[in-house]
């Protein structure tokens, strides 16, 4: 399944349920990132500009990594609809295994 797979326009819970099924809790960071890369419409923001991890080298994504396991959350925006944008939170532990999932609709300004 992918982002095109399920509307944005759901519920928060909705989105939840479809991003779990991609990556359940206690999946790796690795597997993560290999979800984010094959949703090509997916950005990551990273150090306050929005990037795609497509475009990141190999170095750059272990770069990304090592600043994931420190700050222990991964923010991706899934896509927006009028001026709704819809993002997800991944919550890791020290291992860098998923423990917790968040969905957030904010509002443009």
């Known amino acids: 399944m992918s982002c095109s797979q399920f509307s944005l326009r759901k519920s928060e819970e909705n989105i939840k349920d479809n991003i779990l099924k991609l990556t359940p809790i206690d999946s790796s960071l690795d597997e993560v990132i290999g979800?984010?890369?094959?949703?090509?419409?997916?950005?990551?923001?990273?150090?306050?500009?929005?990037?795609?991890?497509?475009?990141?080298?190999?170095?750059?994504?272990?770069?990304?990594?090592?600043?994931?396991?420190?700050?222990?959350?991964?923010?991706?925006?899934?896509?927006?609809?009028?001026?709704?944008?819809?993002?997800?939170?991944?919550?890791l532990d020290d291992d860098g295994i998923i423990i917790e999932i968040n969905i957030r609709k904010t509002m443009a300004k």
């Open 35 to 91: 979800v984010i890369k094959n949703n090509k419409k997916w950005q990551v923001l990273s150090n306050g500009t929005w990037k795609q991890w497509l475009s990141l080298s190999d170095n750059e994504i272990q770069q990304q990594k090592n600043n994931i396991i420190r700050t222990k959350t991964i923010h991706v925006l899934l896509g927006r609809w009028f001026l709704t944008y819809v993002s997800a939170y991944w919550n």
